[in-house]
């Protein structure tokens, strides 16, 4: 089965610095699909970013972007130039390839908490 | 306009209650899950539906019940509640041929049991 490890419970960083968070996966699939969503003290579940394993170019959003570094199974969030509304719970998730039956599903890590500091 | 909308958005009641927990999406997806997320914030599947069939089914306790009546809805119900029940239960859909795959989820129902 599928894990995946987030390392670090918390971290804080400081308004407009840059801030990365861990992220670490077990699989023997060579296909999947990686996220990072974002949970706000309202609770709402936001995706933040998405790469496919299968691509070799890191994913970016704007602000957010990842290192993804399949053969060390490292899928890590960088956050430039933060701001207070970054403040949340972050979360890694792991789906396969599929996209069908038990397949389908998410694997969370077990989330960091990021704190902007003015 | 709510793409994935859950009621209610908090829930408290007594052990040993029977409670139900309802999801709506309109968003024209095939496939709805149940997640659990824990008083530490870990989130993990329960269920998942595609097109009213059952597709995955955790290891959770037979007291959990979903229900899909048609593919825009996805309700859960709790026989029995016990005090370890007490979570935020979120719903989530999915489209699963096709685009990007992503998962749309509720607000999220806090449940607590007292």
């Known amino acids: 089965a599928q894990t995946v490890t987030q390392s670090q419970p918390e971290m804080s960083v400081q308004e407009a610095e840059t801030v990365t968070l861990s992220c670490t996966y077990d699989t023997s699939e060579s296909d999947y699909y990686l996220f990072w969503y974002k949970q706000p003290p309202s609770r709402q579940m936001i995706l933040v970013i998405r790469?496919?394993?299968?691509?070799?170019q890191n994913a970016t959003e704007n602000r957010f972007s990842v290192n993804f570094q399949k053969a060390a199974k490292s899928f890590s969030l960088k956050i430039s130039d933060s701001q207070l509304g970054d403040a949340a719970m972050y979360f890694c998730a792991y789906r396969s390839p599929g996209g069908t039956g038990t397949a389908s599903k998410l694997t969370f890590g077990t989330g960091t908490r990021l704190q902007v500091t003015l | 306009d709510t793409a994935v909308s859950q009621t209610p958005k908090y829930l408290v009641t007594q052990m040993g209650n029977d409670k139900s927990i309802k999801c709506e999406q309109n968003?024209?997806?095939?496939?709805m899950y149940w997640y659990k997320q824990d008083s530490k914030k870990f989130l993990k599947i329960m269920f998942s539906?595609?097109?009213?069939?059952?597709?995955i089914n955790e290891t959770v306790p037979n007291r959990f019940s979903p229900k899909s009546p048609d593919k825009a809805h996805l309700n859960l119900h709790i026989n029995s509640l016990e005090l370890g029940d007490s979570a935020v239960y979120f719903c989530?859909?999915?489209?699963?041929?096709?685009?990007?795959?992503?998962?749309?989820f509720g607000s999220g129902t806090r449940l607590t049991v007292v």
């Open positions: 989530a859909s999915r489209q699963k041929f096709g685009g990007y795959h992503g998962y749309t």
């Open positions: 539906y595609n097109n009213k069939e059952l597709i």
């Open positions: 790469q496919e394993a299968y691509k070799q």
């Open positions: 968003l024209g997806h095939d496939t």
